[in-house]
């Protein structure tokens, strides 16, 4: 059974960074794609980022230039680097991981979600 297990969220003061990890275990997903969204309070969840398994990335308007998503393709494993954080980016951030990235992009096709992780910005 495929199991993400998303790490590094917390709370940090607006202007600052965290560093988000999830690991993949119990499945060869090394050919997945994974990637990150995040539900805002009361919002429907929302795709952040993702990673195909041969390097090639995607960003929401809302990452683009402020959040980096690398990945191991071999260990399973995705890190979203969050910085320039703002208030707006408090949110539950959960890892995913689908065969493709268009997958993640569409969010209704991604086949594995993790629990989910808190990140709370102060202002």
């Known amino acids: 059974q495929v199991r993400l297990v998303e790490s590094g969220g917390g709370l940090v003061q607006a202007g600052g960074s965290l560093r988000l990890s999830c690991a993949a275990s119990?499945?060869?997903?090394?050919?997945?794609?994974m990637g990150w969204f995040r539900q805002l309070p009361g919002k429907d969840r929302e795709f952040i980022a993702g990673i195909a398994w041969h390097g090639i990335t995607q960003y929401s308007k809302s990452a683009e230039g402020r959040f980096t998503i690398t990945g191991d393709s071999v260990k399973n494993t995705v890190q979203l680097q969050m910085d320039a954080l703002k208030p707006a980016d408090t949110a539950v951030y959960f890892c995913?991981?689908?065969?493709?990235?268009?997958?993640?992009?569409?969010?209704?096709?991604?086949?594995?979600w993790g629990q989910g992780t808190q990140v709370t910005v102060s202002s």
């Open positions: 995913a991981a689908s065969p493709m990235l268009s997958d993640l992009v569409g969010i209704s096709r991604t086949e594995y």
């Open positions: 119990g499945g060869a997903l090394d050919r997945y794609a």
